[in-house]
């Protein structure tokens, strides 16, 4: 998968399942912010990459994500590891 299509895979998926709009999810824009995250919130997006892209995200991963880009680099790496 490339980076941009982990990209707009993630956006869709995000925005529909957290209720926000797609042009709110940026590279640049606050993961937790945008999405109103709280620490349960987090295991929701842990199950929705699970289902949507077959990788397993841990607590540990998310150290240093802060942004929808970091997020997405994330993804990339994990999936394309």
């Keep these: 998968m ?4 982990i990209m707009e895979k993630a956006t869709v ?3 529909e399942e957290f209720e926000v709009e797609e042009s709110a999810i940026t590279p640049e824009a606050s993961l937790k912010e945008t999405l109103g995250l709280d620490s349960l919130d987090l295991v929701d997006v842990v199950v929705l990459v ?5 990788v397993t995200l841990v607590g540990p991963d998310f150290v240093g994500v802060k942004t929808f ?3 997405f680099s ?3 790496k994990k ?3």
């Design 74 to 76: 994330l993804l990339d």
């Design 50 to 54: 699970e289902q949507h892209f077959g």
């Design 2 to 5: 490339t980076t941009e299509e």
């Design 69 to 71: 880009g970091d997020f």
């Design 13 to 15: 998926v995000l925005a």
């Design 79 to 81: 999936i394309n590891a």
